[in-house]
């Protein structure tokens, strides 16, 4: 089983920059990939963005060219720069073994105009 533990959420002003964190513990050999989601209050759940372990990349459009997501080791980054309020939700780490989804307990982003 995996466990995520992310850090790094917070407000910040429009056009600032936040890092996200998420470490993964327990029994992480053979995580096939480990990506970034957010639900905003009211909207569905999305993909941000999904790194593997072939270290290919998928961005969400609204993100692209703004956010890159990078890996090391067990941890997972996402570097969000230009910042807009429409970024702000809850975001969650995920990581996908075996087909099987676990996911961290979530960090509010927030982002003034």
């Known amino acids: 089983q995996v466990h995520l533990v992310e850090s790094g959420g917070g407000l910040v002003q429009a056009g600032g920059s936040l890092r996200l964190s998420c470490a993964a513990f327990?029994?992480?050999?053979?995580?096939?990939?480990m990506g970034w989601y957010r639900q905003a209050p009211g909207k569905q759940r999305e993909l941000v963005a999904s790194?593997?372990?072939?270290?290919s990349t998928n961005y969400a459009d609204s993100v692209k060219g703004r956010f890159t997501i990078s890996r090391d080791s067990a941890t997972v980054y996402l570097h969000m720069n230009s910042l807009k309020p429409e970024d702000t939700a809850v975001y969650y780490c995920?990581?996908?073994?075996?087909?099987?989804?676990?996911w961290g307990q979530g960090t509010q982003v927030t982002v003034s105009s």
């Open positions: 790194i593997t372990s072939a270290v």
């Open positions: 995920n990581a996908v073994k075996y087909g099987r989804n676990s």
């Open positions: 327990g029994t992480i050999f053979n995580i096939a990939a």
